[in-house]
């Protein structure tokens, strides 16, 4: 099967410029996570959607962080305006909904630099 | 914040040798999963283990848990120079509940 997808890899752009990232999840998978990794930590939870439902953004700024995932499939992350400390890798992942045991299924993550 | 401590922070063995990264946590869970990051990649699922379970294996990856003293270890045997990543433990405290990271051990597997 497909694994999670993620755009773009790269991206590079200037402080308080704005930015997005992109996800597709692995098919009929309910459940699709965002976090941010600061090099040398590990994956820290931004957002968690269930369907197209927000279950957990307690950890999202949201004055300048936003996400959605319309009909509950793709989701955008985006930032607005960028600070220096958002320079991360932005992982997707995904999960299948229901299960206790759930295993998440990452994408490559989009590295993101702000200047 | 970060639920799990990985130790230690980095570790270099020569290949053929076997390599063990420990895990702490601090509040009870349902599950605890291991999870690997190769340079520039996405963290790919190792093994899971249950709250109620005390040892699992997977070719050559064996996990512990012990719950009493809230930490885990994961040993790799006859390591090889393609097990060079950033290894995770992440918690599960319950149902379909967002993974909680540590900060990871880098290994590094020396040909």
């Known amino acids: 099967e497909a694994g999670v997808a993620q755009s773009p890899r790269y991206k590079i752009i200037e402080k308080r410029q704005s930015v997005a990232f992109w996800c597709n999840p692995i098919?009929?998978?309910?459940?699709l996570y965002w976090y941010q990794q600061i090099l040398g930590q590990g994956p820290k939870l931004l957002i968690q959607?269930?369907?197209?439902?927000?279950?957990?953004d307690s950890q999202l700024p949201k004055d300048r962080f936003s996400a959605e995932r319309l009909k509950g499939v793709d989701s955008t992350l985006k930032i607005q305006p960028a600070k220096l400390e958002d320079s991360a890798v932005y992982l997707c992942?995904?999960?299948?909904?229901?299960?206790?045991?759930?295993?998440?299924?990452f994408g490559a993550g989009t590295r993101l630099s702000v200047l | 914040s970060q639920q799990g401590e990985e130790d230690p922070q980095a570790l270099s063995i020569q290949e053929g040798e076997n390599a063990t990264m420990n895990c702490s946590y601090k509040t009870s869970i349902n599950n605890l999963q291991w999870y690997r990051q190769n340079s520039g990649r996405g963290l790919v699922h190792l093994i899971l283990?249950?709250?109620?379970?005390r040892e699992k294996h997977s070719g050559r990856l064996r996990v512990t848990l012990d719950t009493s003293k809230k930490s885990s270890s994961l040993l790799i045997t006859a390591s090889r120079a393609a097990d060079t990543a950033s290894y995770f433990c992440a918690t599960v405290l319950s149902g379909n509940t967002p993974l909680v990271f540590g900060k990871g051990t880098r290994l590094s597997v020396i040909a």
């Open positions: 992942a995904s999960s299948s909904l229901g299960a206790v045991e759930s295993i998440q299924y």
């Open positions: 283990i249950r709250s109620n379970e």
């Open positions: 098919s009929g998978h309910a459940t």
């Open positions: 959607f269930q369907n197209n439902g927000v279950v957990d």
